[in-house]
């Protein structure tokens, strides 16, 4: 009797998006499952695919179909529920599946990356030990290690106990082969941050006295929790109030019901703290915390991977892309800073993993935990409108209070026919009074590199990257210009190229001249650290700047925005903020709400000790909203202006915003496609939704490509996506012109 092959939908990997039907061998149909990687041929290419489906199909004559050719892993490698959410995003972000599952499988998990293991060295049963004597025969080396290993109880890794005694691995081999001794190989747990751990006790006591409002906040996601059915609710908290601990209340009793935990920050930068204090808290209850981010090894990642996968742990914390950790019965999603731009992904899939996150509680009939001392417009309206529930933390723990701001105009800092100090003197002489009492001092610009231009004075040019539109920042610690979009770097010329004059001048500020003025106005001694993307390429420098910050070995902390949020030092009692004003200069209806979002987080940073915290905010603008509010800690005033403004205009969160993106190495072939599109949409308008373009981008060239854009305006996605997808797929695009759509555009440059 003839056997009818199964027949299964496999996606491949590797630029192929569209799942197709393979058949099952007779020895592999007992064992395939949705989700598990094969292997598989398509034309002469041979790739790896997942299995999406089981549907079987009948059998014909003329069918000719190929057959899968072998399992990389015996168990699926997605879950049902992952696979459901891979979906939904494809539809929603109007991306491709592959592309989205891509994102979801490790690679090392994808190729069939082998765990690790270790050669461990055991001692045997002696009866004879003339026989012993003479297998060991005149080799001094042998007979080191064997008279080690016999003073072992337990077995000794082979490769340090060499390392230790000095001698060769043939000397090990030598006694195996003799049978003098047994080897056997361990499997070696590659985790990240394995020694991160805060000094602090805070954490480690087993009696936490809640503040009233935690006690009120806890006891309402408590309950929300005990429900066991989906909801989405806001934490909304000052800085420094105990929201960190109120997320703990919360996993502790998902944990105590058998759920699994998924704890998202905004930075990688902010993952070693995090991971440090949760495993203080959660290590006498025998839970393994399991790191997932971009930027742990291949190892790392895949033995996270099968931590998850097995169920042997239930914790995971790490950043954006730890959204698609294969968490065992996902109770709880935790989104700590929530309102962070850095959740959203620029690349493909054009994600945001705050409202993928929303989606996937929703799939586990989970609750899904959002925090942030200034939500996002977004979520506070999804409170408004009754989608979200909220809990309010308006003061912080133990009675102390928000740091005094004062604002200081630099108009009035000019004296005579200068230019204006880039630190004021107000701020200098609290950053010495402060070192002089023994305190620590955060000083903030978010713009690295030590000068942002060079131009010659003679005939205007500026020194700009030859790929984006932009100008190319100065750094002097290798004299070298760089693009900090594309990455771009040339030598700093020592003269014009247009004109020849060696006149060239370096104007505007970064991280770098401001850790040199800082360097310069305090006494010799004081301890200075520079922490932006420049200074912690290296691995781990970052975590051990922190350290030494922490544990006051750092005077005074030089940054970015990696410092801005979520780091808590309690003996900072100063924060200066230098050129308040950039984030204003955007060309993005959202600068006022990130700009006062920046300052009150930056600010935040003070006083979360025991002594009282002062902030100087250098402004050129100091009449300015978000600048006026953040000074007052006024996050209900901002919202209710800002929320007029936005409803004036009917910008996000009163309609969903999507950009259209038309680039090409052709300026005018760019352009050409996209004002065709315009004249499509004109013709062919899609209801309900209102379009404004095409225009230039703010940065109009990015990485060599022309670009130009339409924002599309939208009270429903699905709706949109239906008219622009017939419209689009009649619209042929030259092959050197390509186009993006990004829903809910978080980056407008």
Request: aromatic letters at 8%; glycine letters at 6%; charged letters at 25%.
């Given at each position: ?89 494809c539809t929603y972000y109007y ?471 979520g780091l808590d030092f309690p ?41 009282a915290g002062e902030v100087f ?133």
């Amino acid at each position: 009797m003839k056997v009818e092959p199964k027949i299964v939908e496999v996606q491949p990997f590797g630029g192929f998006n569209q799942e197709l039907s393979y058949g099952v061998p007779v020895a592999l149909v007992n064992k395939v499952q949705v989700g598990c990687l094969v292997r598989i041929t398509l034309g002469n290419r041979r790739l790896t695919g997942m299995i999406t489906s089981l549907e079987s199909r009948e059998n014909k004559a003329d069918f000719k179909i190929k057959f899968i050719s072998s399992l990389v892993q015996n168990e699926p490698v997605l879950n049902l529920e992952l696979i459901q959410l891979a979906r939904w995003m494809c539809t929603y972000y109007y991306t491709s599946i592959e592309s989205v599952l891509e994102g979801m499988i490790p690679a090392a998990v994808k190729v069939g990356m082998s765990e690790k293991k270790s050669r461990y060295l055991i001692k045997v049963p002696i009866n004879d030990l003339k026989e012993v004597e003479k297998k060991l025969g005149n080799s001094p080396q042998q007979k080191k290690l064997f008279s080690y290993i016999q003073n072992s109880s337990a077995p000794i890794p082979l490769n340090e106990t060499l390392t230790k005694l000095g001698i060769g691995i043939s000397s090990a081999n030598g006694l195996v082969k003799k049978q003098l001794i047994s080897e056997v190989h361990q499997k070696v747990e590659r985790s990240a941050y394995d020694d991160e751990f805060t000094d602090s006790d805070e954490h480690i006591s087993s009696i936490i006295t809640l503040t009233d409002e935690q006690q009120i906040a806890s006891q309402e996601i408590l309950q929300i929790i005990s429900e066991n059915k989906f909801r989405s609710h806001l934490l909304q908290g000052v800085t420094g109030s105990g929201k960190t601990e109120v997320y703990f209340q919360a996993m502790e009793e998902t944990l105590s019901k058998g759920g699994g935990v998924l704890f998202l920050v905004p930075e990688v930068a902010l993952a070693p703290q995090t991971v440090g204090r949760l495993r203080n808290r959660f290590s006498k209850q025998n839970e393994n915390v399991v790191v997932w981010h971009s930027h742990l090894s291949d190892g790392e990642r895949l033995d996270a991977w099968s931590s998850l996968t097995t169920g042997r742990s239930r914790i995971v914390v790490g950043a954006r892309s730890a959204i698609f950790a294969p968490v065992q019965n996902l109770k709880l999603i935790i989104v700590d800073e929530e309102h962070e731009p850095s959740y959203k992904q620029e690349e493909n899939p054009r994600y945001h993993g705050r409202d993928v996150a929303v989606y996937r509680a929703k799939l586990n009939e989970a609750v899904c935990l959002l925090g942030s001392a200034t939500p996002s417009m977004e979520s506070l309206h999804n409170v408004n409108t009754g989608k979200y529930s909220k809990s309010m933390l308006r003061k912080r723990i133990d009675g102390r209070e928000l740091p005094l701001v004062h604002l200081v105009d630099m108009r009035k800092e000019t004296k005579g026919e200068k230019a204006p100090p880039i630190l004021s003197q107000q701020l200098v002489e609290a950053l010495r009074e402060r070192y002089y009492n023994r305190e620590q001092s955060i000083l903030f610009l978010n713009r690295r590199g030590f000068n942002t231009t060079m131009m010659c004075p003679d005939c205007g040019d500026v020194q700009q990257c030859k790929d984006c539109s932009i100008s190319m920042t100065y750094h002097r610690t290798d004299s070298y210009l760089r693009c900090h979009i594309c990455g771009y770097r040339k030598p700093a010329p020592r003269f014009c190229a247009s004109c020849g004059s060696f006149d060239i001048i370096k104007k505007g500020h970064g991280t770098q001249r401001i850790e040199d003025i800082a360097e310069s106005l305090l006494p010799k001694k004081a301890t200075i650290r520079r922490v932006d993307a420049d200074m912690m390429s290296k691995k781990n420098l970052f975590r051990q700047t922190l350290d030494d910050f922490r544990k006051g070995k750092i005077d005074i902390l030089v940054g970015t925005q990696m410092i801005a949020k979520g780091l808590d030092f309690p003996n900072v009692t100063l924060v200066g903020v230098i050129d308040a004003d950039l984030p204003l200069r955007m060309e993005d209806f959202r600068a006022s709400e990130r700009a006062f979002q920046l300052l009150t987080q930056v600010s935040g940073r003070a006083g979360r000790g025991d002594r009282a915290g002062e902030v100087f905010i250098q402004t050129y603008a100091p009449h300015s909203s978000s600048i006026q509010f953040s000074r007052k800690g006024d996050v209900e005033g901002f919202i209710e202006e800002e929320s007029e403004l936005r409803k004036e205009f009917s910008y996000p969160p009163y309609r969903q915003l999507v950009r259209h993106i038309f680039r090409g190495r052709s300026k005018d072939k760019t352009l050409f496609y996209a004002e065709q599109w315009s004249k499509r949409l004109e013709q062919h308008p899609i209801e309900g939704v209102e379009v404004k373009g095409p225009a230039p981008a703010p940065l109009e060239r990015l990485k060599g490509y022309y670009r130009f854009h339409f924002f599309y305006f939208t009270q429903q996605i699905p709706k949109f996506l239906r008219g622009y997808h017939k419209l689009r797929s009649e619209f042929p695009l030259d092959k050197e012109v390509h186009d993006i759509l990004d829903i809910d555009a978080n980056q407008l440059s």
